[in-house]
């Protein structure tokens, strides 16, 4: 287990101690994981895994911030399934004096799937073993089984509406108006902060940028730094574990948000 995810784990565990007893039977209700058809889209079968919350509770993005923790996907007992690429939609930051400041979704979410059959001819018998964290007043990790066949002949569904939505908040929506001028490890007053630099016409609407590629690293909400010649400039803080020595030649993954539209792109640091 990489030190960063002992650490996560071990808040986890901590929140688990401290937190109040609750029957099992409210647990359980606190969230519902379900599986949705969307269709056809091109050569792809179209589905999503779809995350319904009780009021008060969350759950996570793929890298959940300074605590929680994030979903994990296996679909290996699928049938007629050469792989499945999920899809995530853009997440918000919540803050809270147990876990911090963490990085999901409230209410709902539904994650996109893409999947290669094997034989397009034939159905998908989609398999899903997800295990993902919870949090309400108390954190708690979750596990759900469900299942889905997904016949070949089905064009659309009545759920293929509600798929759409949730991919037009993701990075396969993505629209072209921000690009990664590029970044830079600075040092500040508080320690350390990640330096990016965008252009394009949406480059001064950005409401996040989530950093990923360094692993004993947490990302804070990044600030507005200036704009010069149609280049904006954000400044990311860095907490965690991570050393300046961490990021010499990183390759870092940016995913941008601008309200609820996500793209990905990439920075190489020096």
Partial sequence: ??????????????????????????????????????????????AAVAIRLAPGWKTYWRVPGEGGLPPRFDFS??????????????????SSPVTGETIGYANEVAFPLLIAPKDPARSVVLRLKMDYGICGDMCVPV?????????????????????ERWLRKTPLADDGGVAVEGARLVKTTDGMALEVALSGPDAGVVSDILV???????????????????VVVYRVPVMGLAEEKDFRR????????????AVERTAALP
């Fill in 1 to 46: 287990m990489h030190l960063l995810s002992g650490l996560v784990a071990l808040l986890l565990a901590t929140v688990l101690f401290m937190a109040p007893l609750r029957a099992e039977s409210e647990i359980a209700r606190a969230s519902d994981v379900t599986l949705i058809d969307g269709g056809w889209l091109q050569k792809r079968r179209l």
């Fill in 77 to 94: 007992a699928s049938e007629n399934v050469e792989n499945v690429r999920v899809l995530w939609p853009a997440p918000k930051r919540y």
């Fill in 143 to 163: 596990q759900a089984r469900t299942s889905i066949i997904l016949p070949p002949e089905m064009e659309s569904t009545p759920a293929r509406a509600v798929i």
């Fill in 212 to 230: 990923e590629g360094v692993e004993l690293a947490i990302f804070g909400r990044p600030r507005k730094m200036g704009e010069r010649g149609g």
């Fill in 250 to 261: 990183a390759r870092l993954r940016l995913t941008i948000l601008r309200g609820e539209k």
